[in-house]
């Protein structure tokens, strides 16, 4: 399952990444980047591997699991597309993404 975002300039650096799932989320998916003269997709983010880190801030709601994400990483030759590719859900309901927000510049 992947879910992407196709940015008009290239971005040289994102600093935070916030994941709104509805009730069924995901656990077990991989941030990855293409730079627009490159199409290969390159993982910087695992979220089974920082599960236990400070990296994800968990926030939930009746309806929703929010995953905020602390990257800071900085991609001097710009990237042109993000993706998450969702490896597997947490629920028995698969997954549901309501928003994928990218801050970055």
């Known amino acids: 399952i992947i879910r992407m975002a196709i ?7 994102i ?15 991989v941030l990855e980047v293409a730079t627009a003269s490159d199409d290969r997709w390159l993982p910087f983010f695992d ?4 599960a236990n ?8 709601s009746k ?5 905020t994400i602390s990257i800071a990483k900085d991609f001097p030759n710009g990237i042109s597309k993000l993706r998450l590719y969702i490896r597997r859900g947490a629920t028995r309901w698969g997954v549901s993404v309501w928003r994928f927000n990218v801050i970055g510049k």
């Open 7 to 13: 940015f008009n300039n290239n971005i040289k650096y």
């Open 63 to 67: 309806q929703h699991v929010v995953h």
């Open 47 to 50: 979220a089974s591997v920082a």
């Open 15 to 29: 600093e935070s990444i916030t994941i709104d799932w509805e009730t069924a989320f995901a656990n077990d998916y």
């Open 53 to 60: 880190s400070q990296a994800i801030k968990l926030s939930q």
